[in-house]
């Protein structure tokens, strides 16, 4: 090679100075009791080991995750499910030596965004692309911090899929939670990587990752960073998020779980708490104001029916507050229509 003409640098370096200095670390710490020793208790021939713990309470670090910066007055960007524990405090690591307690301005589980705020000035900021303007094929890099350790880690692909769907089953039986509209990319994206940008080569966010396929190579999702800005610029504005809120907790009908509980309809929100002590119907919503019962299983809104492709949610985000909207509700056996007037959430 010859040394006067060295080979040119991979642009990726250019992106990496531009975005790291935006991506930052959230710790996730609670007050738990401390531990001051172990014991042991015999049964059915095996030893098992409990801690014996103390009634003071001390913080203790619980998870970690990723997240970037989009102002330099200390917005920040990542998932909704990493900063999902209501009674957790949280705490942003701009740098080793720089770390500042963060508020959660915002959690919207319908795009998995969550907005923070920290009380800083003149921070390192991403600027945001268009998403939808992303191209198959376009070279991407996913920055975070895997595993909650290793700072300012990369990963470089290609955008290999575009508007994906994904279904994460966890907690309680029939609980799942579908993301639409994702990204997909085989740069790699890893536990703790969640929440921080998937960057194009002009070095701006045109995206937030979210998720892996466990057992596959190279295969993750980000969401499309327009979907964020919305959630942002709501919060910038209102100091929350703006939606229409009907006020029933459900579940998306489909085939398996129509047929699982013998119900008359495979597609539809069937009305039902999910766990005791709840209100399916949240008293004084628009829901209850409309006549909406537990286990009424709503099939349409304004002639759009409800599916697993088109679930209540996106359904319900599409409309305005203070909006009229016609549901067709089975009942009973028996298909009725209620007019519904839509409110925001307190």
Do not use: W
Request: proline fraction near 6%.
């Amino acid at each position: 090679m010859d040394a006067t003409h060295p080979p040119p640098k991979s642009p990726i370096i250019e992106v990496a100075k531009k975005a790291c200095p935006a991506v930052i670390t959230i710790v996730i710490s609670k007050d738990l009791p401390k531990i001051e020793g172990f014991y042991s208790f015999p049964f059915g021939g095996q030893e098992f080991i409990f801690p014996k713990m103390k009634k003071e309470k001390e913080k203790t670090k619980i998870g970690g995750g990723s997240g970037f910066m989009v102002s330099a007055d200390g917005y920040v960007l990542t998932c909704s499910h990493v900063v999902g524990d209501p009674e957790a405090d949280y705490t942003v690591i701009i740098d080793p030596k720089h770390k500042a307690p963060a508020k959660i301005l915002a959690r919207d589980p319908l795009v998995d965004v969550a907005v923070l705020k920290i009380n800083e000035k003149n921070l390192s900021y991403l600027e945001l692309g268009d998403s939808d303007k992303i191209e198959l094929g376009e070279t991407v890099v996913a920055i975070g911090n895997p595993l909650g350790e290793f700072e300012d880690t990369l990963s470089a692909g290609i955008v290999s899929g575009l508007s994906r769907k994904i279904t994460a089953y966890g907690g309680l039986p029939l609980k799942a939670t579908s993301l639409r509209g994702l990204i997909q990319t085989d740069a790699a994206i890893n536990p703790g990587n969640s929440g921080g940008p998937l960057v194009n080569l002009e070095g701006k966010a045109i995206g937030i990752n979210t998720a892996m396929v466990m057992g596959a190579q190279n295969i993750g999702f980000a969401i499309p960073i327009n979907y964020a800005e919305r959630t942002l610029e709501e919060v910038i504005k209102y100091g929350k998020i703006k939606r229409p809120f009907l006020g029933v907790r459900y579940i998306v009908l489909n085939r398996e779980i129509t047929m699982a509980q013998k119900l008359p309809v495979d597609y539809g929100a069937l009305i039902a708490r999910e766990r005791l002590g709840e209100e399916a119907v949240v008293k004084g919503s628009a829901a209850d104001k409309a006549g909406l019962k537990e286990y009424d299983i709503i099939l349409e809104v304004n002639g759009g029916k409800i599916t697993e492709e088109n679930p209540l949610a996106d359904a319900l985000a599409k409309q305005k507050i203070g909006e009229e909207i016609s549901l067709k509700v089975l009942r009973g056996g028996k298909e009725i229509t209620l007019k519904v007037k839509l409110e925001e959430k307190k």
